[in-house]
């Protein structure tokens, strides 16, 4: 815990098996976003023994919270609220593309610079680009500590893409699991949201032709289908959302 107290327990694995292992945290100190409390993170260590032989161990930071994507019927149609430990969020933030053209150029610094700025100006939530690339553990610790929900996109953006080929669907399938399993414990994700302006493309950008409606099909499919159910087999915990915008 932030306080140093350890909670520990352990279960058997056998081959070819699951294990799950859950820890009991009474009074635990909850993770709320910028401006609604503080953000305290637990550390998270999970090994892998065979007798006293250490094979493999994990460690992450992780804030307790919970989150939901709350729609009911209003007079416009359906609400869009982000609900945190049960509190109303009233989201407000900004755009993220890459930092910079050359990743491997931006220090420390600057990308704290940057997610501090953002806190600092009372914004609570990033969206994280589909034009851009997944960003590294630094980006996500420092929405962690800062308390800066991510609304993040999946890589997708402005563009008719081969959805209709399987050998590119399956190459987007390990792409997609390696991503939602690297980020779904993080206390700053917020939603996995399919790509970005994609479906306005289908309906104003003069891509809905005659010639294009097998990839049209293959879109339908792929975002409103395909992808969801992996979002849910791999993180049922956040929603999901197939494009921005979309209606």
């Known amino acids: 815990a932030p306080d140093g ?32 409390g503080a953000q305290p993170l637990y550390r998270v260590c999970v090994e892998l023994h065979q007798a006293h032989l250490l094979l493999d161990q994990r460690e992450y930071r992780v804030g307790l919270r919970t989150i939901e994507l709350r729609q ?16 109303p969020l009233f989201a407000k933030g900004s755009d993220w593309i890459p ?41 996500y610790d420092l929405c962690d500590r800062y308390g800066i929900l991510v609304w993040q996109d999946f890589v997708f953006s402005c563009s008719i893409y081969p959805l209709d080929e399987p050998d590119f669907v399956e190459n987007v399938r390990v792409e997609v699991v390696e991503n939602i399993r690297r980020l779904r414990h993080r206390a700053s994700l917020a939603l996995w949201c399919g790509n970005n302006e994609m479906e306005q493309g289908w309906a104003e950008w003069n891509w809905d032709k005659p010639e294009l409606q097998d990839l049209k099909a293959a879109y339908d499919r792929f ?6 159910e992996w979002c849910a087999a791999e993180d049922p915990d956040h929603a999901y959302w197939p494009s921005s915008p979309y209606s």
């Open 5 to 36: 107290q350890v909670f520990e327990t352990r279960a058997a694995v056998t081959p070819g098996n699951d294990s799950r292992l859950r820890v009991i945290i009474p009074n635990p100190q909850i993770w709320w976003p910028n401006g609604y």
């Open 72 to 87: 009911q019927p209003d007079e416009w149609g359906r609400s869009f609220t982000f609900v945190v430990n049960g509190q």
């Open 99 to 139: 930092a910079d053209s050359f990743p491997t150029r931006l220090t420390e610094a600057t990308l704290e610079g940057l997610i501090r700025s953002a806190a600092q100006t009372h914004q609570n939530m990033l969206r994280v680009w589909g034009g851009g690339f997944y960003e590294d553990e630094r980006f």
């Open 223 to 228: 975002f409103h289908h395909t992808l969801p």
